[in-house]
C-alpha cells in the first residue's frame, strides 16, 4: 500500500517553487528582451527583403499626416506581429502593457522608431488607461505630426471589435482617422485569442489605407460617437475581407 503524500514537505516544495521562481524568472526575461527584438527585426527584415510589397493606399499617409498634422491609425490585434517592422517609416506612437510581455514588445517597438506609451491590464486596469489615454490627448495636442497606430481591439479582445479609445484620442485633438492593414498571403496563425498572423518569407504582402474620416462635430453625443464607432468597426472588418483575395 503507497502512503499519501506528506502535507509538510508538500508545503515545504510549494514554498521553494514560489522563492526560486523569481530567481530563475528575471534572469530569462532579461535574456529574451536583450535577445528577441534583434531576432524580430532580422526575420522581419528577412521576410521584406523575400517578399514582394504591393501599395494599396499605403503610400498616401505621408501626405494625409502632413496634410493634418498627425492622425489616429486604426488596424486589428491580429496583425500585431508585422506592426513595429511595416509601419516603420511613420514613426508612429503607439500603445503597450505594463505586464513583462509589454516590457519585450516595447523594447521591439522602439528599435523601430516608435514612441511607446506604457498602460494596459492590471488591478486597476480602468484608472491607467484613463491616465495613459489623457497622456497621449496631451502629447498630439503639443506635439507636431504624432501618428497614433492602435490595435483597436486589443489587448485581450473581443476580437475584431472596435474599442473607444483611439476614438476618443481622434475627437478630443481635432485629428482624422485612418485605418491600416498590412496583411500577407501566407501566415502562420498562432494559437491566441486574436490567432496572431506570423508572415513567412518568399511571400506576397500587401499594405492598405482607408480614410481620412473624420468624426461628426456631434460626436460628444453618445449615440452618434456609437454609431461612428461601429461604422469604423464594419469599415476595418471589410478591409480585412478585401485583403485576403490574393
Known amino acids: 500500500m503507497e502512503c499519501p503524500d506528506d502535507p509538510p514537505r508538500r508545503s515545504l516544495y510549494r514554498r521553494a517553487r514560489h522563492r526560486l521562481r523569481p530567481l530563475l524568472t528575471r534572469p530569462l526575461l532579461a535574456f529574451a528582451i536583450a535577445i528577441l527584438p534583434r531576432l524580430y527585426l532580422a526575420y522581419m527584415w528577412l521576410v521584406w527583403r523575400t517578399s514582394t510589397v504591393e501599395d494599396h493606399g ?38 503597450a502593457s505594463v505586464g513583462d510581455s509589454g516590457e519585450l514588445i516595447t523594447r521591439m517597438l522602439q528599435l523601430c522608431g516608435f514612441v511607446v506609451f506604457r498602460g494596459g491590464s492590471s488591478n486597476r486596469a480602468s484608472r491607467r488607461r484613463e491616465a495613459v489615454l489623457a497622456d497621449m490627448v496631451d502629447h498630439m495636442k503639443t506635439t507636431p505630426l504624432v501618428v497614433y497606430g492602435i490595435t483597436v481591439d486589443g489587448s485581450k479582445g473581443p476580437l475584431h471589435e472596435v474599442k473607444r479609445g483611439a476614438l476618443v484620442i481622434a475627437r478630443e485633438c481635432g485629428r482624422p482617422i485612418v485605418l491600416v492593414r498590412t496583411w500577407a498571403k501566407w501566415n502562420l496563425r498562432l494559437p491566441t485569442w486574436d490567432r496572431m498572423a506570423v508572415p513567412l518569407p518568399f511571400n506576397r504582402i500587401r499594405q492598405y489605407m482607408r480614410g481620412p474620416f473624420r468624426l461628426p462635430a456631434d460626436a460628444d453625443d453618445p449615440i452618434v460617437f456609437e454609431a461612428f464607432r461601429r461604422r469604423m468597426e464594419d469599415e476595418l472588418c471589410e478591409m480585412a475581407e478585401q485583403s485576403l483575395r490574393f
Do not use: C, Q
Open 58 to 95: 499605403y503610400a498616401k499617409l505621408i501626405g494625409i499626416r502632413n496634410a493634418h498634422d498627425g492622425f489616429v491609425g486604426m488596424l486589428w490585434h491580429e496583425e500585431v506581429f508585422s506592426v513595429a517592422w511595416a509601419y516603420r517609416d511613420m514613426r508612429p506612437h503607439t500603445l
